[in-house]
């Protein structure tokens, strides 16, 4: 054990500097953390997660929903968990980037404005009416071409919005279904393989539906902003420093909805076999 011990002793008293660094650069990711509001956003998205259960127990368990599923969806969906796991690994993805750079943008006075635009319109559609008349707006524009639709469109492509969106939502269903199957609750005949090609089959759906959301969404969020604000948005999209925020980000979140999604195939799998029980 002493062999093991001593080289670590050694290598931390001839890196103090780059600890050091590593410690500035963690400040820094914390600071770019809340000055994209994702503190506000995963509060949002356990208010997301607990409707969503409720939906899901409708759709899955024999009984519907219940104080006792309601509290294990809670307990999934608990804030403090959503923010290490996310916190951990978007820091672990901005690794080596300019993390300046994001910070110079969002911490400005576009930036700011932005982001609570955007954390604005992701608690509004919290709200069944608005969601449904966000969409309905969004479909009207997205015919019609618009100008605006045009400029959210270019903003979609340059953070490849469509695309990233499916790939973690056909993964989060995948996580689902493992844990459906891993809870013992699917046909003895549904194995990793099939419940893939199930996941897979919902690609077209998917990516419409997810087509449909985000449209809705930044339309809404950015109705506000002139065309130069969100040209100037665009821009700093198509930098490296956006690119590397916003892959971050999917990594980051990706991750997390993969394990809550896995989580509640688990207790899915538990509450339907009790209660068939």
Do not use: C
């Not at 997301?48 to 024999?62: I, R, S």
């Not at 790939?167 to 419940?195: K, Q, R």
């Not at 897979?200 to 985000?214: D, F, G, I, K, N």
């Amino acid at each position: 054990m002493l062999r093991a011990v001593l080289p670590f002793i050694v290598a931390v008293s001839f890196h103090t500097a780059p600890l050091f660094a590593q410690e500035t650069d963690e400040a820094k990711v914390d600071a770019l953390f809340d000055a994209i509001g994702l503190p506000d956003m995963i509060h949002i998205m356990r208010e997301e997660g607990l409707e969503y259960g409720d939906t899901l127990a409708t759709d899955m368990l024999p009984g519907g929903t219940s104080a006792q599923w309601q509290n294990a969806v809670s307990a999934i969906y608990d804030v403090d968990m959503m923010y290490e796991e996310v916190r951990g690994a978007f820091g672990e993805a901005l690794e080596g980037d300019d993390i300046d750079a994001m910070l110079s943008f969002f911490t400005s006075e576009q930036g700011e404005t932005i982001i609570g635009l955007e954390v604005s319109a992701r608690r509004a559609l919290l709200d069944d009416a608005v969601e449904e008349a966000s969409k309905e707006n969004a479909a009207i524009a997205m015919m019609d071409e618009t100008p605006r639709y045009l400029l959210v469109q270019e903003f979609v492509d340059a953070n490849n919005l469509i695309e990233s969106n499916v790939v973690g939502s056909l993964n989060s269903s995948y996580a689902f279904y493992l844990g459906l199957i891993d809870g013992g609750a699917m046909p003895a005949g549904v194995t990793a393989e099939t419940a893939l090609q199930d996941v897979w089959a919902q690609e077209p759906e998917v990516r419409s539906t997810t087509t449909e959301w985000v449209y809705s969404f930044l339309l809404m969020a950015y109705q506000p902003l002139s065309d130069a604000e969100l040209e100037a948005y665009i821009a700093f999209s198509q930098t490296d420093a956006g690119q590397d925020m916003t892959q971050a980000l999917f990594l980051a979140f990706n991750g997390m909805f993969d394990d809550i999604s896995r989580a509640l195939g688990l207790a899915s799998s538990r509450f339907m076999i009790s209660q068939e029980l």
